[in-house]
């Protein structure tokens, strides 16, 4: 069964990296919609898997933008600057344990309580998830200036001048000018908001999960800030997955395999530790300080004697065989200095600490490795189309350097996807394609050195779980024996 993910990503349309909020309106909702701004057509009619399209409005905002060129053309018409940030865009994927129409109205009054009850128009776009994503899920376009009563656009930010101690204004001489700082005249831009969008996210989601008495959570916290050593899985997207569903083996895909043993891994050692500390401390009748080497030694003999007191005759080679998994069990003990239970208790203690530690480590050099593979990955597109676009850059005449663009537009998007990448990627720091293979091909090594700890970590438990169940048995055993011992005494009394 399909359980419901956590996914709520929050991204900005921005007319300065080349978007348009009419096309990615258009796209959403699988319409054909005309940008007055650039006089291009989007056409998406034939688009499947799009389930329900609406737009909410807020109590000040003009009718007229239900319908949805008209408003985002109105949102293009009112952003005059070439960079001008159009829409944000929220992306959430919907729980599987809902129907069709139940994840509909939870998208519904999510986008209309968080949104546009807050003076946002929102855009509510729902996918099907047997054309695109595994997961049901909606895509949420918000408008990102308020409205004035009147129903006109307000203002996204204005000037705030300083003031001195005596309430006058301060003026800049070097500028020429009167001091004065941007303030924002919404919060919607602040960190913290969109911290609070996520958290309604998850409430919403655990509420409705609750009423169909599910009593599993999702939550939106990254599984470093809940705590978990897990490191989570890789957002595959539309393409991996259905390459994925094809039987066409992607990098993503097994990125996430490797992601999914390994956690596998975790949980089951570290439930198994659980388990032996348990087992440990259930032996209350057995002094903590007595020689765990001698309890061994006792459990091998009795061993011995007990099958030959019922008849079974036990072979040489079995004697050989018991006697070498004795000999490695006791030099486990003296190799890791356990002479009695209470070390043993110990051991198993650092033993869950170093594997929690080992894999903190590994995860984070995971991550460094997905980083390192990235930047590698876009260096060819970066590289070979570079001289292209510095050619178009170059041209100064309007109509050759339009068809010029016309012309290698797939190597100038190329080029400018990948410096895109790279300029948010490295905060201005060099392209050093050298130095980042070098990096990965060490952390590789490093990585599978600190696999093969791991698994030496997950032998340990192993004999561990061995000693404490030898530990078990003698004590039967012998508790047996005693009594067989006190009987016999009684009788002969």
């Given at each position: 069964?399909?359980?419901?993910?956590?996914?709520?990503s929050?991204?900005?349309?921005?007319?300065g990296?080349?978007?348009s909020?009419v096309?990615?309106?258009?796209?959403?909702?699988?319409?054909?919609?005309?940008?007055?701004?650039?006089?291009?057509?989007h056409?998406?009619?034939?688009?499947?898997?799009?389930?329900?399209?609406?737009?909410?409005?807020?109590?000040?905002?003009?009718?007229?933008y239900?319908?949805?060129?008209?408003?985002?053309?109105?949102?293009?018409?009112?952003?005059?600057?070439?960079?001008a940030?159009?829409?944000?865009e929220?992306?959430?994927a919907?729980p599987?344990?809902?129907?069709?129409?139940?994840c509909v109205?939870?998208?519904?009054?999510?986008?209309?309580?968080?949104?546009?009850?807050k003076?946002?128009?929102?855009?509510v776009?729902?996918?099907n998830p047997?054309?695109?994503?595994k997961?049901i899920?909606?895509?949420i376009?918000?408008?990102?200036?308020?409205f004035?009563?009147?129903?006109?656009?307000?203002?996204?930010?204005?000037?705030?001048?300083?003031?001195?101690?005596?309430?006058?204004?301060?003026?800049?001489?070097?500028?020429?000018?009167?001091?004065?700082?941007?303030?924002?005249?919404?919060?919607?831009?602040?960190?913290?908001?969109?911290?609070e969008?996520?958290?309604?996210?998850?409430?919403?989601?655990?509420?409705?999960?609750?009423e169909?008495?599910?009593?599993?959570k999702?939550?939106?916290r990254?599984?470093?800030?809940?705590?978990?050593?897990?490191?989570?899985?890789?957002h595959m997207?539309?393409?991996?997955?259905?390459?994925?569903?094809?039987?066409?083996?992607t990098?993503?895909?097994?990125t996430?395999?490797e992601?999914?043993?390994?956690?596998?891994?975790?949980s089951?050692l570290?439930?198994?530790?659980?388990?032996?500390?348990?087992?440990l401390?259930?032996?209350?009748e057995?002094?903590?300080?007595d020689s765990?080497?001698?309890?061994?030694?006792r459990f091998?003999?009795?061993?011995i004697?007990f099958?030959?007191?019922?008849?079974?005759s036990?072979?040489?080679?079995?004697?050989?065989a018991?006697?070498?998994?004795?000999t490695?069990?006791?030099?486990f003990?003296q190799?890791?200095?356990i002479g009695?239970?209470?070390?043993?208790?110990?051991?198993?203690?650092?033993?869950?600490?170093?594997?929690?530690?080992?894999?903190?480590?590994?995860?984070g050099?995971?991550?460094?490795i997905?980083?390192?593979?990235?930047?590698?990955?876009?260096?060819p597109r970066?590289?070979e189309?570079?001289?292209?676009?510095?050619?178009?850059?170059?041209?100064?005449?309007?109509?050759?350097k339009e068809?010029?663009?016309?012309?290698?537009?797939?190597?100038?998007?190329?080029?400018?996807?990948?410096k895109?990448f790279y300029?948010?990627?490295?905060?201005?720091?060099?392209i050093?394609p050298?130095?980042?293979?070098?990096?990965?091909?060490?952390?590789?090594?490093?990585a599978?050195?600190?696999?093969?700890?791991?698994?030496?970590?997950?032998?340990?438990?192993?004999v561990?779980e061995?000693?404490?169940?030898?530990?078990?048995r003698?004590?039967n055993?012998?508790?047996?024996?005693?009594?067989?011992?006190?009987?016999r005494?009684?009788?002969?009394?």
């Amino acid at each position: 069964m399909t359980i419901a993910i956590y996914h709520c990503s929050i991204k900005i349309i921005s007319r300065g990296k080349g978007k348009s909020a009419v096309a990615a309106a258009a796209y959403r909702s699988g319409e054909k919609l005309t940008n007055d701004y650039g006089g291009t057509t989007h056409d998406f009619t034939r688009k499947g898997g799009i389930v329900h399209t609406e737009i909410l409005l807020p109590n000040n905002a003009p009718r007229e933008y239900a319908d949805r060129s008209t408003l985002w053309n109105a949102v293009e018409a009112v952003e005059k600057s070439k960079n001008a940030q159009l829409s944000r865009e929220i992306e959430i994927a919907l729980p599987n344990e809902l129907s069709e129409a139940e994840c509909v109205a939870l998208a519904k009054e999510f986008a209309q309580r968080t949104f546009a009850d807050k003076g946002m128009c929102a855009d509510v776009c729902i996918h099907n998830p047997n054309r695109e994503q595994k997961n049901i899920h909606a895509h949420i376009m918000l408008t990102m200036r308020p409205f004035n009563d009147d129903g006109t656009w307000g203002d996204k930010q204005k000037k705030e001048y300083l003031l001195d101690k005596n309430g006058n204004k301060i003026y800049d001489k070097r500028k020429r000018t009167y001091k004065c700082r941007t303030v924002q005249t919404t919060d919607w831009n602040n960190r913290e908001k969109a911290e609070e969008w996520r958290t309604e996210w998850e409430n919403f989601i655990n509420s409705a999960l609750a009423e169909k008495g599910i009593i599993e959570k999702v939550d939106h916290r990254s599984f470093e800030r809940q705590g978990r050593l897990e490191k989570p899985t890789v957002h595959m997207g539309v393409a991996a997955t259905q390459m994925e569903l094809k039987g066409i083996r992607t990098i993503k895909g097994d990125t996430n395999r490797e992601i999914k043993s390994i956690n596998a891994k975790i949980s089951a050692l570290l439930k198994r530790i659980d388990v032996l500390d348990n087992e440990l401390a259930k032996m209350k009748e057995i002094p903590k300080e007595d020689s765990l080497v001698e309890m061994l030694m006792r459990f091998h003999d009795n061993g011995i004697k007990f099958s030959e007191v019922r008849g079974v005759s036990v072979s040489n080679l079995k004697k050989i065989a018991k006697f070498k998994d004795l000999t490695h069990l006791i030099a486990f003990v003296q190799g890791h200095k356990i002479g009695t239970l209470s070390e043993l208790a110990e051991k198993s203690s650092q033993t869950k600490e170093t594997l929690k530690s080992h894999k903190r480590e590994l995860i984070g050099k995971q991550n460094r490795i997905k980083e390192l593979e990235e930047l590698l990955n876009n260096y060819p597109r970066y590289k070979e189309n570079k001289a292209v676009y510095l050619e178009w850059q170059s041209i100064t005449n309007p109509k050759k350097k339009e068809k010029f663009h016309d012309k290698h537009y797939g190597e100038i998007a190329l080029f400018k996807t990948a410096k895109t990448f790279y300029d948010n990627k490295l905060s201005g720091a060099k392209i050093a394609p050298k130095a980042w293979q070098r990096e990965l091909d060490e952390l590789t090594k490093s990585a599978e050195v600190d696999r093969a700890k791991v698994e030496k970590l997950g032998d340990d438990v192993a004999v561990m779980e061995t000693l404490i169940y030898n530990v078990q048995r003698l004590t039967n055993y012998e508790e047996k024996q005693n009594e067989i011992q006190r009987r016999r005494t009684a009788e002969l009394e």
